[in-house]
Nanobody
């Protein structure tokens, strides 16, 4: 089992920045992918960014150049630095951990961007 705890959400004006953090605990070993997904009002959950334990990144086109994902593996933490936020970035952001042992989700942290 892997537990994920997110933090860092909040209210920010358009053009501002936020940094989300997600700490993983539990059985963490071997290759894995940590990432962020989001679900906006009335929308389906979508990928934002992922980062593998091998260093490979994947970003949604809508956030490329504005968001940066990073990891501190020694602390089992993944970050999402969000710059130049737009109203359409408003969503609940979920941390995700995927490995051969399974896929796990955090409880979500809300990001609201005011226009």
């Amino acid at each position: 089992q892997v537990q994920l705890v997110e933090s860092g959400g909040g209210l920010v004006q358009a053009g501002g920045s936020l940094r989300l953090s997600c700490r993983a605990s539990g059985f963490i070993s071997g290759s894995n992918v940590m990432g962020w997904y989001r679900q906006g009002p009335g929308k389906q959950r979508e990928l934002v960014a992922t980062l593998s334990s091998g260093g490979l990144t994947n970003y949604a086109d809508s956030v490329k150049g504005r968001f940066t994902i990073s990891r501190a593996d020694a602390r089992n933490v993944v970050y999402l630095q969000m710059n130049s936020l737009k109203f359409e970035d408003t969503a609940v952001y979920y941390c995700n951990f995927a490995s051969r042992g399974g896929t796990y989700w955090g409880q979500g942290t809300e990001v609201t961007v005011s226009s």
